[in-house]
């Protein structure tokens, strides 16, 4: 029907209510964005967890020679990619699958298990695709309440779960209060958890936690079928724009995730990136980007600490700073002043630990316009 302009408007469509009712994922807003909006220059974006290096050149040549195949459909099934994953990890290939960023295989999974009126419990706050995928599929994301110490509340957790329950998501460290729980305790968790419940481990920052907490795959794959862990080349590896992540767990999961994959959807230009970010060569040069953002990380909690704030154990690449009513006003200063931060409106602001120069600047921002309560 052609559209008049007389009637009153009429929806395109019946969009389903699910979709409807959707919050809209928010992105880091783009220093170009702040640029514009504060009528400023030379802003710097510490919104959205980015890694402040490149990528290898060893990766960034991979991804020019895969370039010259674009013409090609790539593999669907991202096999390679796959194999040499399998290879690392010491699990079979049919236990690893790869996805256009560890959030496809979140909507993969929400596709897989989420009918109408399911359930999902996941510590809130966290991260903010959770709701998104969770919804999208008609179900109900249960918010657990972290602890005053933003910490999870694991018993909590366990005790939320219900018979309408078919995921657990755990992002460890979590975004966006950076705080990690060990994976003694997921563990402890995974057992009170019923059989037909997967829980997903999301470990988008695992690179930047200390070691000490333990490895999910190693440890708690072979004990608990139901439990996967993802993990991503967005943030250690610096590959955010590239889109490729990945799910370990058992067959008939990482089956279920694979039957919900768009077809192509890790572009070939990703599996040549991921592929070469899995050479040893890559390995040692995204170790030292890895290293040097955890020591600034070091440095910017301490300077934080020594001016009197309080924030929690920071063991991803950003710091939390659990600022409450006063969250938008803190962050709409340091974003005038050009350094763009990510508020968590009433809640706080998540700061991603950037170059030495640009935490130089977010610190000395912060302390012309904020003190701590
Ligand atoms: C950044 C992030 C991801 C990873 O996203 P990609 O899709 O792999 O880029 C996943 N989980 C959490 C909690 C994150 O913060």
């Known amino acids: ?3 008049s302009e007389t009637e009153p408007a009429k929806p395109v469509g019946r969009v389903r209510p699910a979709v409807d009712a959707l919050p809209a994922y928010k992105p880091g807003k783009a220093a170009e964005q702040a640029e514009r909006e504060h009528n400023i220059s030379e802003a710097i974006k510490l919104a959205s967890n980015e890694n402040p290096y490149p990528p ?8 020019a020679e895969a370039c010259r195949g674009a013409n090609i459909y790539c593999d669907h099934r991202a096999t390679v990619v796959r194999e040499a994953l399998a290879d690392r990890l010491e699990l079979d290939v049919e236990q690893v699958t790869v996805g256009a960023g560890s959030v496809a295989l979140l909507y993969q999974l929400a596709t897989a298990y989420v009918d109408p009126g399911d359930e999902v419990v996941t510590p809130w706050i966290s991260f903010e695709a959770y709701p ?10 249960v918010r657990v309440p972290l602890t005053a110490e933003h910490a999870f509340d694991l018993d909590a957790v366990a005790a939320a779960v219900t018979e309408r329950t078919k995921l657990v998501l755990l992002a460890t460290p979590n975004n966006p209060t950076g705080n990690a729980v060990s994976t003694a305790a997921v563990g402890r968790l995974a057992e009170s958890i019923p059989d037909d419940v997967v829980v997903l481990v999301d470990e988008a920052y695992r690179e930047f936690a200390d070691p000490a907490l333990g490895d999910p795959v190693a440890e708690l794959l072979p004990r608990f079928d139901n439990l996967a862990v993802a993990r991503t080349f967005s943030k250690a590896y610096g590959l955010a724009s590239l889109r490729v992540g990945y799910v370990m767990g058992h067959t008939e ?3 279920a995730i694979d039957k919900c994959l768009m077809p192509f959807n890790v572009n070939g230009l990703a599996q040549a990136a991921a592929l070469a970010a899995l050479s040893d060569e890559v390995a040692v ?15 910017v909690a301490a300077a934080l600490a020594a001016d009197g704030w309080d924030i929690p154990d920071a063991q991803a ?19 005038q002043r050009g350094v763009v931060v990510r508020p968590f409106s009433g809640i ?3 700061v991603t630990i950037g170059t030495p120069a640009q935490n130089d600047r977010f610190l000395a921002t912060l302390a012309g316009v904020a003190q701590p309560a």
């Not at 998104?132 to 994301?141: C, D, E, H, P």
């Not at 040069?285 to 440095?299: L, P, S, V």
């Open 1 to 3: 029907m052609p559209s």
């Open 317 to 335: 690449n950003f710091v939390w700073m659990p600022l409450a009513d006063r969250t938008d006003d803190v962050c709409i200063a340091l974003e």
């Open 56 to 63: 290898p050149a060893a990766v960034v040549q991979a991804v």
């Open 253 to 255: 999961v990482v089956s």
């Open 348 to 350: 706080g602001i998540r």
């Open 285 to 299: 040069e995204a170790q030292a980007n890895i290293d040097a953002i955890r020591a600034e990380r070091a440095r």
């Open 132 to 141: 998104i995928s969770v919804q999208t599929m008609g179900g109900t994301l």
